[in-house]
């Protein structure tokens, strides 16, 4: 798998899956909203950790800068 996350993207993943699950377990967000944002949360957490977004590859998408050839 080749990175396609870059470091602005991942620290904005990070943020909104943490975001998610503060929201969650304080029982703000419920039920089955609350389930599936906190699954979207997780996704976008593993997304983040690996630097590997699935929809990005499918799409041919990348947030990675292009290093240089010299």
């Known amino acids: 798998m080749k990175k396609n996350i870059g470091t602005a993207d991942r620290i904005i993943r990070i943020i909104i899956a943490l975001t998610i699950g503060i929201l969650y377990f304080t029982n703000v967000i419920t039920g089955t909203l609350g389930t599936v944002l906190l699954i979207i949360g997780a996704i976008l957490l593993i997304t983040a950790l690996?630097?590997?977004?699935?929809?990005?590859?499918?799409?041919?998408?990348?947030?990675?800068?292009m290093k240089k050839a010299d």
Not at 50 to 65: E, Q, V, W
């Open 50 to 65: 690996i630097n590997f977004c699935g929809l990005y590859a499918l799409f041919g998408f990348t947030t990675c800068p």
